[in-house]
């Protein structure tokens, strides 16, 4: 097995003030150990930025049976990743979360086109393995949260349910 995944660990309060200096020591600690750790001032940022790349290839993978760079490879399946993220980035908005990213759709291609090409999704892996998936609180979230905000989420809602009927036929796949 090769281990693909890198970078920083963030952790965060939705009242940061309150519980810096708790934080802090929680992340020297986290670093102390080996996992670089750092305090975020908003959380929601990281979170929601995490998402977003979860939500443009999660689903996607789990349904094609793709790695992240193939689900890309085709035109197709950029315009389905820009057509996924730009559904989450519209209900980020209606929030007021402030992404890491200046430009999502051009991140998230990038990112599986630099970093996270090779990598096999986990959802994919739960196929794979017929176990059920984080579809829901992942592509789910979108959803929800656009219904909640009166937003159409298509694309993401298609991604739901498909991984849903996979998920509910694994005894009757071929």
């Known amino acids: 097995m090769e281990q693909r995944a890198w970078g920083s660990t963030f952790i965060g309060s939705t009242v940061p003030e309150k519980h810096k200096q708790l934080l802090e020591q929680i992340a ?11 305090v975020s001032e908003n959380v929601q940022s990281v979170i929601w930025s995490k998402l977003i790349v979860n939500v443009a290839y999660n689903g996607l993978t789990a349904v094609t049976r793709l790695t992240n760079g193939e689900a890309i490879r085709t035109d197709e399946g950029k315009e389905l990743v820009a057509k996924l993220v ?32 090779k990598n096999t999704s986990s959802m994919l892996t739960d196929v794979l393995n017929k176990r059920k998936t984080e579809v829901e609180v992942i592509n789910g979230a979108i959803v929800k949260e656009g219904k909640k905000h009166n937003m159409a989420t298509p694309y993401n809602e298609m991604i739901l349910k498909l991984v849903y009927m996979i998920e509910n036929s694994y005894e009757q796949r071929l």
Not at 93 to 101: A, F, P, S
């Open 28 to 38: 020297s600690l986290f670093s102390a150990g080996g996992i670089k750790t750092h």
């Open 86 to 117: 730009t559904e989450a980035v519209q209900i980020a908005e209606r929030k007021g979360i402030l992404l890491l990213y200046d430009d999502p759709i051009n991140e998230c291609i990038r990112l599986g086109i630099e970093e996270i090409g």
